[in-house]
């Protein structure tokens, strides 16, 4: 008998020590498992960005979302080979001799006498004239003004004077180009988004042969002309009551770096939106270019605005609304639901679960597009706000509610483990849930960020085609420029009739008067 419980006991111990194993065992398995789901989510999430739909679209058919179902058979693959390098001494580039562009030849001359008035020329005597060209660009061709500005001597004390008509001051002093010229070229190049070796060329084809290197001088001159515009408008932007913000990589050429096949000539900067609106009105847009993305180029512009922030979860941005000494504390941060949205639509886990979300998700978009369909044409400012809170009140804030109860369940049930995607889009929106909330109770606020979603596109279709600035003056005069084309667009004004009647006028315009000279506030002479 005792030699039974012996074996008992040690058979016990064995079972013991096996089920412990297999515990470990499945731990591991369990572990295993999860990396296996993390690592296909990551996989099929990158196939999804190279090979799927951007739009997210949310397909309830009774069953999760379906995968992406790719048939690579007709993926046509390609291979080059590298041709071969030759080791040795390159022969040293000698540099083209810059050329004085020539006026096409086939362009209309077209001559204007300035003198001065028959009681103005009493006592003087004729001396000659001033003569001087100018290309004039008219839509889709070339005309040459020649302008002959009579002068005139006066003798006074025995002393020999000239006299002439008094001309305005030209955009760029010396030029032999008009500023209808210099605004089709800075159109073209920021409104257009043509990079200047296309724009050399389709001048070429009109006869005109001028480099890129000047029409490059020519676009940093005006950026530079107009800046200050640009200082104006931003601060008109920063007085306004609600404001929109985003930033998208940009890159710059540093002069003096040597080139390398690393490409440690060309730096990344950043390009910023901000976009201002006050009581519904139509928005103004504002650009800034910085060699980094520094936080303090964002606390900088922000550090004394008074209203509702728009924008993504950049740290910069939460960090100035954030509650502590330092902060701006008269800033209401209104996160992007756009944003958090995406952020459970990329995921692929989730399941029922997930698709839930998505659904209030679109529930609460489609409340936000009635509430813009509306006509307040009749409204008072007050009267708007009071039907938009009660509206979002009504119908809003339940979606709301249950948008966050189903992310907080996702967070503590312990179903998810904390570096799945969809655990991180939960982490995310309940991370953040009263700024989140904040449009309930501010009727101007929106629920996205997707204003400046749209206007920082500009930069990205321009990067696309002229691939970076040539230097970081370059950068500045894009973000001058699109400012003050995007404005325009925004306010319903051609952008080229702007653009040559402030060129023409920025330089006989006195200083406290540029305000005249901003898009809301111009009017054609």
Not at 42 to 71: A, F, M, Q, T
Not at 180 to 196: N, Q, T, V
Not at 327 to 348: E, G, M, V
Not at 419 to 434: G, N, Q
Request: charged letters at 30%; hydrophobic letters at 35%.
């Amino acid at each position: 008998m005792c030699f039974c419980n012996i074996i008992i006991s040690e058979l016990n111990k064995k079972n013991t020590s096996l089920l412990s194993k297999l515990d470990e065992y499945e731990l591991m398995i369990k572990e295993l498992e999860n990396k296996l789901n993390q690592k296909s989510e990551e996989l099929e999430s990158l196939r999804r960005s190279l090979y799927g739909r951007k739009r997210e679209r949310v397909i309830d058919d009774g069953n999760y979302l379906p995968g992406l179902e790719l048939n690579f058979s007709d993926r046509k693959t390609s291979s080059s080979e590298a041709p071969n390098s030759t080791s040795g001494d390159k022969p040293k580039k000698v540099r083209k001799k810059t050329k004085r562009f020539v006026f096409p030849k086939s362009a209309e001359r077209i001559e204007k006498i300035i003198d001065l008035d028959e009681e103005e020329k009493e006592g003087l005597r004729y001396i000659g004239e001033d003569v001087s060209e100018k290309l004039v660009y008219k839509p889709g061709y070339f005309e040459v003004h020649i302008t002959r500005v009579k002068k005139y001597s006066k003798l006074e004390d025995g002393i020999n004077t000239v006299v002439t008509p008094k001309l305005p001051k030209s955009a760029v002093p010396g030029s032999r180009l008009d500023e209808s010229f210099l605004s089709h070229l800075l159109i073209s190049k920021y409104c257009d988004h043509l990079p200047l070796y296309r724009l050399e060329q389709i001048y070429a084809r009109n006869d005109f042969y001028i480099q890129r290197q000047t029409l490059s001088s020519l676009a940093v001159k005006a950026g530079e002309l107009l800046h200050p515009l640009a200082e104006l408008l931003k601060e008109e932007i920063l007085k306004r009551d609600v404001l929109f913000t985003d930033d998208t990589p940009l890159k710059y050429m540093i002069k003096g770096a040597k080139k390398s096949n690393k490409g440690k000539n060309i730096k990344e900067g950043r390009a910023w939106v901000y976009i201002g609106v006050k009581d519904f009105s139509k928005p103004l847009i504002y650009y800034e270019f910085t060699p980094d993305r520094k936080h303090e180029h964002s606390k900088n512009i922000l550090q004394n605005y008074k209203g509702i922030l728009h924008s993504d979860a950049f740290a910069a941005y939460e960090n100035i609304t954030a509650s502590d000494n330092d902060c701006n504390n008269d800033i209401i941060w209104q996160p992007c639901w756009a944003h958090a949205r995406r952020k459970f639509y990329d995921s692929l886990s989730g399941g029922a679960l997930k698709l839930d979300i998505l659904k209030l998700f679109n529930a609460l978009f489609k409340v936000e597009a009635e509430i813009r369909a509306l006509d307040f044409s009749d409204y008072s400012i007050a009267e708007r706000e009071k039907e938009i809170l009660k509206i979002r009140t009504e119908r809003s804030k339940g979606l709301v509610d249950e948008i966050f109860s189903k992310a907080e369940n996702i967070l503590y049930s312990g179903e998810f483990l904390p570096k799945t995607k969809i655990y991180d889009a939960a982490s995310y929106l309940v991370k953040r849930k009263e700024s989140f909330k904040n449009f309930l109770t501010n009727p101007k606020a929106h629920i996205d960020n997707n204003l400046s979603e749209r206007n920082i596109k500009p930069i990205t279709i321009g990067r696309k085609n002229y691939l970076f600035a040539g230097s970081e003056k370059g950068g500045k005069t894009i973000a001058v420029m699109m400012s003050l084309v995007q404005t325009c667009k925004a306010l319903g004004i051609e952008p080229q009739a702007y653009i040559e009647d402030v060129l023409r006028r920025i330089n006989n315009t006195p200083k406290d008067s540029f305000h005249t000279l901003l898009p809301q506030n111009w009017k054609k002479l």
